[in-house]
């Protein structure tokens, strides 16, 4: 049994959306496929996986240096002690190999866009879903049926009403959801605190809405704006500040009473557990949000889960960013607290895939072999023309 091919192409995502820091019609994303000498059905097994939203492309880092470096590998090498199925803890470690330490946005899509595809075809090898694998090895045994999911929506668009933002909400709840998220910090305190308000009329109470601020405030404005929010009472305040300002997080976590949120912009188990040291997160109520291929892929949310609960958080205080087919298995899979949904943004790559239906705010987890790519007719075209 052996690798026979890694492929990585970035693609172009189209969209006039905006969160308060960027417009996001730049936005490229890379696909990644992993072929092997397995044959099902008389074609070989490919696992597939794309690094999500919100970094550049990286299909550079994984043709120059993460894919030579696997298939440089002896075979053997990559395999489980059975010899029946490829391994992706070691395969991750060939990835990284000869890395030099920290600096790890640079990498850490590039080794977790692999990660993910080599954990597809992984679970596709075993013929179950990925949720169930991770389940099994990692999860204390029990399949879930279904995970929370809220809905990351609210953007900023061009000449967008409140009404506009209000129907907009409605169609999540109408969809199945029950909580939703909106951006804030584009606009003024006042006209997003217009927003807050329109939003707060169609989904009933704060606890049904969670703000994003995508990192935008410094400390002072942070806590000004955390001041206008508390009445509010929501779900949590999403990335008020830049990550790694743990000063600006600690005086948040000080005055502002509902939970906070962050992680998305922290790539690894390393950057979150200097977050979580310095930061002042609160175990009881606070949310972490790494994304799987974001932050070195499911192979390092293992260390990830690790470092949160040494610092006092636990399995249900992870709810991975990313919308898609990654994030929900990992959340099913490992029994985290819930999934972000994107429900018809991102063009193909946004949203689960058919077999994912939401019921109640719960998404019903994929039954089909892997990630469950093959399932999503509107991008699995463009992941097969890889190889
Ligand atoms: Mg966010």
Redesign the pocket.
Known sequence: MRLTRIAAESFPLTTNMS?SRRALKEIRITAVAVECDVVREGKRLVGYGYSSFGRPSCHTQIRERMAPRVMAAPPEALLDEAGENFDPIRIWSHAAADEKPAGHAERSVAIGTLDLAVWDLVAKIEGMPLHRVLAERYGGGEVRESVFCYV?GGWYRPGQTLADLQAEMRAHLDAGYTQV?MKVGGLSRVEDCARVEAVLKVVGSGDHLAV?A?AVFDQRMALERAASLAPYGLRWF??PCNPLDYEAYKAVAASYGPPI?SG?CLSGAQELDNFLRYSALRPDRDIL?LDPPLSYGVTEYLQILRVAQQHGFSRVSLWP?GGNLMSLHVAGGLGLGGSESYPGVFGAFGGFNREVTIERGYARLPKSPGLGFEEKPELLPLLRSLI
């Open positions: 969160n990351g998220k994003d995508n999403e990335e949120a998305e949000q960013h």
